[in-house]
């Protein structure tokens, strides 16, 4: 009997057919003789309209009372989604974070998942119970509720499948698996069969939201096999596990787009040791997620630095960087939020030269500027002019012979 952990995410659950659907499901998995356990995000868009109302309502918004908003919409799904289980004769018992035993650290709105405590869970499923447990929440250290991040609802999953040791993790959504770019954006994209942990972890770092990048670095840690399939048509979908890629693989496996980043710029830095560490130090000490980074080199002694942020951290980066600026005087601050970045990962990279040269020519030829670049061993990242995203992502995927010769024909289904 294998025990498999499903996690299903905002348009799986987004209405009563879907959480009916999602409940027949669950019955026919249990039925061919498996324990079950889920995970549920909140209904469709419910995080971002519970985001949307407290902006209506104040601007003081904390971390802690952001969380005690948020994880209301997961306990939503938990409750509908163990009583439709009920209606088809499955014994279901919803479990919030804090009673499942996720514990996270204090980082309100971010936090990280420091350890599972599985026995309540484990008593349920010996009863013979189906346990299903709201994604995205846990309680910290400091007994406060937290939430894990956008799209958190992937990590309680896979961070539910380790310490259970469950034999795999099912992450259910609205797609079919895991393509060679955002099917939204290229309709050509192809479906991957599989794709190493390694490259879906540079995928998810690069910002795509199939899979949250904490979710996959849980489950390289752990090896927990992941498995990214659709609630809609039910069909196999993507297997991620450790497996390295084969020679018959394409070099680039994905492109990646992602439009959450601000660029910021501190304009004429005095240039000597220590103004880097004297910049980033307090915005490490906000938790602010520094992405790309470029210096200019030096003229009279001055430089530009300029580096992105996500945009829901723009504002308190903005605060540090310009006091700091002054400080250090700096001639001033400027941010440029139109911007959007686009990557290319894949394994074959490490021993195939000339994949960046190829890209930037590529963009050239279409009159997209590159405004910044950076690297890994397996990923390429430039950033363009938000606008140039869709043809950026087009033309790089027809470049690197990533079209799949035929239209994505199975419809999408309609997003909620
Ligand atoms: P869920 O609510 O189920 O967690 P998400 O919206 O977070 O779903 O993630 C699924 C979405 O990820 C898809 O609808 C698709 O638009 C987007 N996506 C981005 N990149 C990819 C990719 N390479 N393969 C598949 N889907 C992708
Ligand atoms: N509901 C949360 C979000 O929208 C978490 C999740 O869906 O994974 O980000
Ligand atoms: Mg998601």
Not at 169 to 183: H, K, L, N, R, W
Not at 374 to 387: E, H, L, Q, W, Y
């Amino acid at each position: 009997m294998a025990l498999i952990v499903q996690k299903y995410g905002g348009t799986s659950v987004a209405d009563p057919d879907r959480i009916r659907a999602v409940a027949e499901h669950v019955a026919f998995t249990k039925r061919h003789g498996n324990d079950v356990v889920l995970v549920v995000s909140a209904m469709g868009k419910s995080t971002d309209n519970l985001i949307a109302l407290a902006e209506k309502v104040s601007s003081v918004r904390t971390g802690r009372e952001m969380d005690m908003l948020l994880t209301t919409g997961e306990q939503v799904s938990m409750a509908l989604v163990s009583m439709a289980l009920a209606d088809v004769g499955v014994d279901a018992m919803s479990l919030t974070g804090d009673q499942m035993g996720i514990i996270t650290d204090t980082v309100h709105g971010k936090a990280k998942i420091l350890e599972v405590k599985p026995e309540r869970a484990q008593e349920a499923i010996a009863q013979g119970k189906v346990v299903v447990v709201a994604g995205f929440q846990g309680l910290s250290t400091n007994n406060e509720i937290t939430t894990l991040g956008r799209g958190g609802s992937d990590t309680t999953a896979v961070a539910i499948a380790a310490a259970l040791g469950a034999d795999s993790c099912e992450i259910y959504t609205d797609v079919t698996g895991v393509f060679s770019a955002d099917p939204r954006i290229v309709p050509q994209a192809r479906k991957l069969a599989r794709i190493s942990f390694d490259e879906m972890l540079e995928m998810a770092g690069a910002g795509s939201k199939v899979l949250a990048l904490r979710s996959v670095e849980f489950a390289r840690n752990h090896n927990v096999p992941l498995q990214v399939r659709s609630s809609f048509t039910w069909e196999p979908g993507t297997w991620v596990t450790a497996e390295e890629s084969s020679m018959e693989d394409p070099i680039i496996s994905g492109i990646v787009q992602d439009a959450n980043e601000s660029k910021v710029t501190v304009l004429s830095v005095p240039d000597r040791p220590g103004i880097s560490a004297a910049l980033f130090e307090p915005l490490a000490a906000a938790n602010v997620n520094v992405d790309m980074i470029v210096q200019n080199t030096s003229n009279d002694g001055k430089t530009d630095i300029s580096f992105t942020v996500p945009k829901a951290e723009l504002k308190i980066a903005l605060e540090i960087v310009e006091s700091v600026a002054a400080e250090i005087g700096a001639g001033g601050v400027s941010h440029q939020s139109d911007i959007a970045k686009v990557s290319l990962v894949g394994a074959g990279m490490k021993t195939s030269p000339g994949i960046a040269a190829k890209m930037f020519r590529v963009l050239a030829d279409e009159k997209i500027n590159i405004e910044m670049i950076s690297t890994s061993t397996i990923r390429i990242s430039v950033v363009v002019a938000a606008a140039s995203t869709e043809k950026a992502c087009q033309v790089l995927h027809t470049a690197f012979g990533l079209d799949s010769g035929q239209a994505y024909s199975a419809p999408l289904p309609e997003r909620k």
